[in-house]
């Protein structure tokens, strides 16, 4: 018996040549496996880094407008002066995110014992700011009847910093409701000159 002969019955595959021996040739398998699941791989991680930012941004977004609600309901009366720091300070808790390209607004909201929760006043931030006298519809057993609380609101517009996971844009928004901390109504003093409730220059 010759040696090829012996080798042809020792392993069956060696008797397969040209194109029926294709499906037996196992070389290359773990390279072509790995080019078609690296595709999701990627997907996958890039996913998980662009939720890691999302959730960011969201905590961001609360932390700023829980910053900004508790900081009015500590004063007595509201200045021009106290806007300015206001903003001031969500500039710095909105950090490393740009907070001029928010919308922020923070109003009063006062029930005279009626039953009814109007607008006291309102200072807003690239939004429209309520007028005097709007009513405002707030969850049940927020306002004291009478008394008053204060409403601050924050939105922020997601741009993906990756691209290509998320198609669009996603809107973050948060809003906090804080009862005055000194006294029962939070008065509103404006020099005349503006909306004080934004960046200095």
Known sequence: MSRKTLLSRL????KWRGVRGIRYNQEGVSAVEFALIAPLLLLIYLGAVELSLLMR?????????????????????VTDDDMEEMFAAAVVMMQPYDAEKATMRITSIVDNGDGRTRVDWSDSYLMPAYAKGDRVTVPDGIVSSPGSVIMAEVVYTY??????????????DDKFY???????????????GGDSFGPTS
């Open 178 to 192: 804080l009862r005055p901390r000194r006294v029962n109504e939070i008065a509103r003093v404006t020099d005349g």
């Open 11 to 14: 392993n069956p595959r060696l």
């Open 57 to 77: 941004v969201d905590r961001r977004v609360t932390s700023t407008t829980a910053g900004l609600g508790d900081l009015t309901a500590r004063l007595a009366t």
């Open 159 to 172: 741009k993906s910093q990756i691209g290509g996971i998320l198609k669009s844009d996603v809107t973050i």
